[in-house]
């Protein structure tokens, strides 16, 4: 069975830099795509980007263009986040995802998919 925990959130200031991670336990992330999505309060939940199990990276939201990243290292089973420049509406939980039908294809957000248990970041100052 597929686990995913996210770490890396906490509090950092107005243009600061946080990497989040997406780890896997229990299974090997080599033929899964991973997203990142996030939710603020009061807020739908929002999916902010996506790789591949090729590396192929998917930008969803073009308010994080040029300020985050989504990387891969199989060898570590981990997907990172690389935030930087990050501004008070980037606060929120944000949570790595897998398809649980086809993990080849990018999470749609199902509720039934793979999800880890979120980590908050916080941009405030």
């Known amino acids: 069975q597929l686990q995913l925990v996210e770490s890396g959130g906490g509090l950092v200031q107005p243009g600061g830099s946080l990497r989040l991670s997406c780890a896997a336990s229990g299974f090997s992330l080599d033929f899964y795509a991973i997203g990142w999505f996030r939710q603020a309060p009061g807020k739908a939940r929002e999916a902010v980007y996506c790789?591949?199990?090729?590396?192929?990276?998917?930008r969803y939201l073009d308010s994080v263009e040029g300020r985050f990243t989504i990387s891969r290292d199989n060898a570590k089973n981990t997907v990172y986040l690389q935030m930087n420049s990050l501004k008070p509406e980037d606060t929120a939980v944000y949570y790595c995802?897998?398809?649980?039908?086809?993990?080849?294809?990018?999470?749609?957000?199902?509720?039934?998919?793979?999800w880890g248990q979120g980590t908050q970041v916080t941009v405030s100052s």
């Open positions: 995802a897998a398809d649980r039908r086809d993990g080849t294809y990018c999470p749609k957000g199902a509720d039934d998919d793979y």
């Open positions: 790789i591949t199990s090729r590396g192929g990276r998917i």
